[in-house]
């Protein structure tokens, strides 16, 4: 299996790629095109802020790049989000893989929540195989203060003020708001299904 995590000015690498040693897969981490593109299948971790790691994929040719990938992608949070088609953190418009528009927990107006959501929370409606041995309302470690919509793309769903989108898949491309890598063995499972269970 030739596994590469994308290696950009937002990533959370070192966690991604100590969860895959704990269940014995190797990956590659880099930004060469040529590798990215080779690959059986391909992770876009992220932690950070939208439009400078929009600037940053852009200047790289990465956004086409990732745009274009036929193999199974899987975007963990920030990721997720920049395969969506717009982002309110910063006015930034992302890659458009995702019909989603992804928007700050405060335009809700409820001054009591507390933004960013950090912690753990349960993931429910689970969809597609990314979730198979996964029970319903298992928890996950989260920390965002933005978030995806629901839409014709949502594949589980978690409650933080509303409902939102905590996993997106359309085609090859699947993506997690919570961080599987610290998301304990629930974590491990997912992490699990898309190497071997996704294709």
Known sequence: MNLVV???????????????????AEALVTDDIEAIQSADKVIFPGVGEASSAMGYLKE??????????????????????LMCKYSEENNTDCLG?????????KRLGDTTVKVPQIGWNNIYDLQTPLFTQVPQNS??????????ALGKHT??????????????????????????EKSAAVGEQILKNFITLIH
């Open 97 to 105: 893989i995702f019909d989603e528009e992804v928007k700050w927990f």
């Open 60 to 81: 790289r040719k990465l956004d086409t790049v990732i745009r274009n990938l036929k193999q199974p992608v899987l975007g963990i949070c920030l990721g997720m989000q």
């Open 139 to 148: 928890y996950c470690y989260f920390v965002h203060g933005y978030y995806a």
């Open 6 to 24: 994308i290696k950009y000015n937002a990533g959370n690498i070192q966690s991604v790629r100590y969860a895959l040693e704990r269940i014995g």
């Open 155 to 180: 594949i589980a769903t978690t409650d933080y003020v509303q409902p939102y989108s905590s996993a997106l898949h359309k085609d090859n491309f699947y993506g997690t708001q919570f961080h599987p």
